[in-house]
RNA sequence: UGGGGAAUUGUGUAACGGCAGCACCUACGACUCUGACUCGUAUUGUCUAGGUUCGAAUCCUAGUUCCCCAGCCA
């Protein structure tokens, strides 16, 4: 599987540099994932970012589980985020590692480090130590606990793993600056006590080591020579380097960290924390919701993952934050699949049509092709009747300029059957069509001399009796556009004004992001397909013509077959009657 | 008010002192038994102000705007 990326990038071009200046002899990066989640499109990036990097100069990936907090992580996740990965097609050369196993290795730096006065352990409360950490503008105040005796902080250390204290009572710290303008080299925190089952050692551990301490060690215990990772974590290079540094005697490499923006997607929730707020609060009904932006909804609704790989090669790599369009994604999925998902036709809004002049038990099995571009997909058959179904939207009993379907005395073409001319419809009380009715030049069957005039427009059908009924998922992104959110966070605000001026909490950015979630992100049609659909395979994907991409879901529940759509067509007729 | 980053067309990304390119989006056209695909055409850009230079997106100076950081999360 090729994934398409640019020609270079700034760390390709950091890469480079350190392979002709020797700093490093090959290069080894590694995904490290903390296993408190599913996998989502943001993920794709760094994931690409850390295997193809390896790849392009020979080198491998080790796929790491950064598991050093008890609290949030669970084996289901390491399970799903295994799968996500194998699907999009790579291969963790490099091995695969969980933090947790070093967590020896850190428990001997930090015996070594509090031995050589780099670390104590500090009996201050949260609440002390946030005030003794100072402020962006102020520097922090050393701890108390700073310069007590190695062999006082050794025996508490010891006594901290024994169990001898309760949660929170008292922390291991790197001893480094509390007057750094960097907040991160304040001394910062190594090990906490947590009396949490750990999903891999148990009960083994009641203290865990932070990130900032655990992460740098196993990069550098794992040969890596590269370690990338997001924007956010530049403020930490500083502290990353210096437990490295400080460890090396412990340690047989010294990676060098390269930070990276994240994706952001338009219309797109990209966190966590609000992706797990949709399920838990049943805003969707899953993390693999065919809404969501994970790897699992995703591959779920029908997206492939060379469409995936095609889109993260195009986006590119650079550290400017940015907000990719929706749009090229949609592109880079409809590519994919148009060059190879069989045609099929299928009525998602059903409008019934009379053939006035077709015989009452005359079938006529017309052959299909099932790619256009692909004769050996070989056909299928499609059965015309009396009574056929087409799409509402194709008919108009008064059509605007340019309208080339259905409308009262036209002629269109049903695909792959007879040209029809429209005589008439018939409408209920309130005026909605209910039928059509039509007669067709008998002389048109496709294939015929008759077939060979033009006709401008081109009808997908199904027949009314030999069609299978079906559920269409129509899907939509889940938060609204941009001026709609802004409209309905405006309406909101003018609301909230006269009641309170409190200040934005993060429960109001909570609901703020609620009121922004689009309503109408699944819409649901019960429509009718061809027979020869009946067999498809939970995880197909078909082109239903002019209509879009459809993935049959694997959802049991559901009295119909359901067909998720992936991506509509593109379809310049729409935007041309919006505007 | 401290520290760390970033600004190139509507969006994303190239150009590494020498013609601002590519993709998506948008618009128009050709083709069409999918208003799809394909093909063609077009619009729009170097944050600002100075400076260096034959020549600046690129180098220098000053400014502006945006993002990240005060977890015993990662």
């Not at 990038?9 to 590694?30: C, K, M, P």
């Not at 939509?476 to 909230?496: K, R, V």
């Amino acid at each position: 599987m090729d994934t398409p990326a640019a020609k270079t990038n700034f760390i390709w071009d950091a890469v480079e540099q350190d392979l002709r200046s020797g700093r490093y002899q090959s290069v080894h990066t590694r995904f490290p994932p903390e296993p408190n989640g599913y996998l989502h499109i943001g993920h794709c990036k760094a994931l690409v970012a850390d295997f193809l990097t390896a790849e392009k100069y020979g080198g491998v990936t080790n796929l790491r589980f950064d598991d050093t907090n008890p609290a949030k992580e669970e084996t289901e996740y390491v399970d799903g985020i295994m799968a996500d990965i194998r699907w999009l097609g790579f291969d963790w050369k490099g091995g695969l590692f969980f933090a947790s196993q070093y967590y020896d290795q850190c428990y001997a730096i930090a015996e070594d480090w509090i031995n050589r006065g780099l670390a104590y352990v500090c009996e201050l409360t949260a609440e002390e130590l946030r005030t003794y950490r100072g402020t962006l503008v102020e520097p922090g105040k050393n701890s108390p606990y700073r310069d007590r005796p190695c062999a006082e902080s050794l025996d508490l250390f010891h006594r901290m793993r024994a169990g001898e204290f309760p949660e929170g009572r008292m922390i291991l710290r790197m001893k480094i600056d509390m007057a750094s303008p960097n907040i991160n080299m304040r001394d910062p925190a190594m090990y906490r006590i947590l009396y949490k089952e750990h999903h891999r050692t148990g009960k083994t551990w009641c203290i865990y080591p932070m990130y900032d301490f655990a992460h740098p060690i196993g990069d550098a215990l794992e040969g890596i020579s590269h370690s990338l990772c997001s924007l956010e974590y530049e403020d930490h290079r500083p502290l990353y380097d210096w437990v490295v540094e400080h460890a090396s005697n412990l340690l047989p490499a010294r990676p060098r960290q390269i930070e990276f923006s994240r994706l952001n997607l338009t219309r797109t929730i990209m966190s966590k924390r609000y992706l797990r707020m949709l399920v838990e609060g049943g805003y969707v009904t899953g993390w693999d919701d065919p809404r969501m932006p994970t790897l699992c909804a995703m591959r779920r609704r029908g997206y492939t993952p060379e469409s995936i790989r095609d889109f993260i090669g195009r986006i590119g790599v650079a550290k400017a934050d940015s907000v990719v369009d929706l749009a090229l994604l949609e592109h880079c999925v409809r590519e994919d699949l148009g060059g190879k998902a069989p045609r099929a036709m299928a009525v998602v809004r059903p409008l019934k049509v009379i053939l006035t002049n077709w015989p009452e038990e005359k079938r006529d099995a017309l052959e299909m092709e099932n790619h256009p571009d692909h004769p050996e997909l070989g056909t299928h058959q499609a059965v015309l009747t009396r009574e056929i179904y087409i799409e509402q939207e194709d008919f108009m009993e008064e059509p605007p300029k340019k309208y080339f379907r259905m409308f009262p005395g036209n002629e269109v073409r049903l695909k792959g059957a007879y040209i029809v001319k429209c005589e008439g419809c018939e409408k209920d009380e309130s005026g909605i069509v209910t039928a059509v009715y039509c007669t067709v030049d008998m002389d048109s069957r496709n294939g015929s001399e008759g077939a060979s005039r033009k006709v401008k427009g081109t009808l997908h059908w199904v027949s009314a009796t030999e069609s299978l009924p079906f559920e269409a998922r129509l899907y939509e992104p889940l938060l609204m556009d941009e001026s709609d959110a802004e409209a309905a966070l405006a309406a909101d605000t003018e609301e909230s004004d006269i009641a309170s001026t409190a200040p934005t909490s993060s429960s109001t950015l909570k609901t703020d992001f609620l009121k922004t979630l689009n309503r109408g992100s699944l819409e649901t049609c019960c429509g009718y397909m061809e027979s020869y659909l009946a067999t498809a395979q939970e995880g197909e994907t078909f082109q239903f013509l002019r209509m879009g991409y459809y993935c049959k879901d694997r959802d049991s529940t559901a009295e119909l077959p359901v067909f998720n759509r992936v991506v509509g067509l593109r379809d310049s007729f729409a935007k041309q009657v919006k505007a």
